[in-house]
């Protein structure tokens, strides 16, 4: 089924303060029609129809551009202004559509997402707020009255329709209609309430300005985050000696982990985890096996290195979680000495650096007791 948005955005705006009709003034470094188009867009809808009103010819020059918007004028009221969209969009094979306020610019492409998936199961679809405060009746500046809570919602855009039925039901309607919502339900049809958000608001008064730019903002600044995650894994096996080294710790052993450096399994995949979240490849790329000089080298020197490339490329070492699997030596009696030095090394907080055991119940090369393997998993941050 093809969906399309209809976005209304014809009205004047008055409430708002600010001269220019709300839609076109500006907002966290864009226009208040701009995020909406863009929440849209990011939604992955690929066709929008634009209600725009008759006087604000430089707008329709503008949009008139973009491949994706079809635009529309608007009516002498709001119902006026989604029947002239909704004409725009006949003949074009839209199963769908999701019925939208200009000055709502903080929806979220999952909101939009959900509001369209209970469509193929309702006719018609809102996205609605549980009222949770108490209400009042006034006037004059003074309480007078009460009313029960129960069952009511604040309503939001956007609202979600099969397209042929709110086209009849916008053509039969005798006017007058709060949204379009009201017009569905007066010609019979079910729409379904799907939970709203809370950051989803219409700019009406001049304070929502600010309330809507803290919301974009923050937004932003989430969409900017770049969040990396990277898998290790290795292995050594056992030969003649008398204690191995894991996370950095010797620990007394009947055997030693073999290796061209200390063979510290743990370290190795902590390492490789990072050098991965990096896209960087691997210990091999960077301390190549065939050059002695990193013969016996400290494994220190390796992680520490995966850390600082992490660094110089603007990442923050977010967290570390590094698994031992083998029978034996017992890791528990150590893990706190292994986080705590494991930290030192990486320069971040112990609290970050999970280090953990387990058995493979004797089976394969670590359930007899041939080697031990390690998994990690680090996680970078770069804002």
Not at 54 to 59: E, F, G, L, P, T
Not at 153 to 163: D, L, S
Not at 180 to 190: H, K, L, M, P, S
Request: net charge negative; aromatic share 6%.
């Amino acid at each position: 089924m093809t969906t399309a948005a209809l976005i209304v955005a014809a009205g004047r705006g008055q409430r708002a303060g600010g001269g220019l009709p709300k839609q076109w003034r500006p907002l966290a470094g864009k226009r208040v029609a701009d995020w909406t188009l863009e929440r849209f867009r990011a939604a992955g809808l690929p066709l929008i129809v634009l209600v725009l009103n008759r006087d604000d010819r430089q707008y329709w020059d503008e949009f008139e551009a973009h491949s994706d918007i079809i635009l529309a004028p608007g009516g002498t009221d709001r119902a006026g202004s989604v029947q002239n969209g909704l004409k725009a969009l006949e003949g074009r094979g839209i199963d769908k559509v999701l019925i939208h306020d200009v000055a709502r610019p903080c929806v979220s492409p999952a909101l939009i997402h959900a509001v369209e998936a209970a469509l193929y199961s309702a006719p018609g679809a809102a996205p609605g707020l549980a009222v949770t405060d108490a209400l009042w009746t006034g006037d004059a500046g003074q309480v007078t009255g009460t009313r029960n809570r129960d069952g009511l919602y604040a309503a939001q855009t956007p609202q979600g329709f099969r397209y042929d039925a709110i086209c009849q039901a916008h053509l039969t309607h005798r006017g007058g209609a709060a949204d379009d919502v009201e017009v569905a339900r007066d010609a019979g049809f079910t729409v379904a309430i799907v939970p709203g958000e809370a950051d989803n608001l219409k700019i009406t008064r001049p304070e929502d300005f600010a309330r809507a730019e803290q919301i974009l903002t923050q937004d932003r600044r989430g969409a900017e985050m770049d969040i990396r995650l990277g898998n290790g894994y290795d292995v050594h096996r056992f030969g003649p000696g008398d204690s191995v080294i894991l996370c950095g710790v010797e620990i007394p052993h009947d055997r030693t982990l073999q290796g061209h450096s200390d063979a510290d399994v743990g370290m190795h995949a902590v390492t490789d985890a990072i050098y991965g979240a990096l896209a960087q490849g691997d210990i091999g790329r960077h301390f190549p096996p065939s050059d002695p000089q990193w013969k016996g080298a400290a494994s220190e020197i390796f992680l520490r290195h995966a850390a600082d490339l992490a660094r110089n490329m603007g990442f923050t070492l977010s967290n570390i979680d590094c698994t031992l699997v083998c029978e034996y030596p017992k890791v528990g009696p150590h893990a706190a000495q292994m986080q705590q030095e494991m930290a030192r090394i990486l320069d971040i907080d112990p609290d970050r650096v999970s280090i953990k055991a387990t058995t493979s119940e004797r089976l394969g090369f670590t359930g007899r007791g041939e080697g031990i393997a390690s998994i990690a998993t680090a996680a970078l941050v770069k804002s």
